[in-house]
Every structure is written in structure tokens, then in C-alpha cells.
């Protein structure tokens, strides 16, 4: 059974950085894409970031595009979120997703991820 464990989540202060990370056991994540999501309080989960099982092809949300980096280590079976800048707008529980599919398109709509972790809080404070 697959398991994703995300870290890295914690309050900083706006312009500054945090690095998440998120851990996959139990699946065959290199040949997933992996995705970033979030989820603001009321509000609906939003796609952050994505990247193709090669990590060789990534795609980011308007909102965080020059400030955030997704990347990703297969022989580690984990994903990193790299994000830097940061803005009160920002917070929110950040999750990763694996690729519903093998192989497949990149994808920001949650449906082409099958598998999610527990969340990890990010605040950033104005």
C-alpha cells in the first residue's frame, strides 16, 4: 500500500524559505509523476506544482511560478518542494499527490493523482 509522508511545514515570516519534502513507500514512485497541492482555510485544494516521473519536465501554478521549485530524487523515492519568497498568501496544508498512472502526462487537476499524504501546515506571517 502506497504511503506518502510530507515534512519541512512551519510559521516564517514573509520573503523567507522553506523546503518541504515528501517521502513514498510501498508504490513504484519513479515511474509517477508527483504532484504539490494546498489548501487554504475555505478554501477549495489548488495545484501548486508538478513533476514527470523523469523529473526531467515540471509545472507550476501562476501564483508560486519564479519562487517555488519542485524537483524530485528517485533513488530516495521523494519530491521536494523548494519555496522561497514567501507570502501570507502562502499559507495553507500543503500536500503531495502520486500519479494516478505510469508513465503519464503531466497532469494539475487532482484526479491524476491516486495516492496523497497526510499534509504538512505552512504559515507564513506578514
Known amino acids: 500500500q502506497v504511503q506518502l509522508v510530507e515534512s519541512g511545514g512551519g510559521l516564517v515570516q514573509a520573503g523567507d524559505s522553506l523546503r518541504l519534502s515528501c517521502v513514498a513507500s510501498g508504490g513504484t514512485f519513479s515511474s509517477r509523476n508527483m504532484g504539490w497541492f494546498r489548501q487554504a482555510p475555505g478554501k477549495e485544494r489548488e495545484f501548486v506544482a508538478t513533476?514527470?516521473?523523469?523529473?526531467?519536465?515540471?509545472n507550476y501554478a501562476d501564483s508560486v511560478k519564479g519562487r517555488f521549485t519542485i524537483s524530485r530524487d528517485n533513488a530516495k523515492s521523494t519530491v521536494y518542494l523548494q519555496m522561497n519568497s514567501l507570502k501570507p498568501e502562502d499559507t495553507a496544508v500543503y500536500y503531495c499527490?502520486?500519479?494516478?498512472?505510469?508513465?503519464?502526462?503531466?497532469?494539475?487537476?487532482?484526479?491524476?493523482?491516486?495516492?496523497w499524504g497526510q499534509g504538512t501546515q505552512v504559515t507564513v506571517s506578514s
Open positions: 499527490a502520486l500519479g494516478r498512472r505510469a508513465f503519464d502526462v503531466l497532469g494539475s487537476s487532482p484526479t491524476a493523482y491516486a495516492n
Open positions: 513533476i514527470r516521473w523523469s523529473g526531467t519536465t515540471t
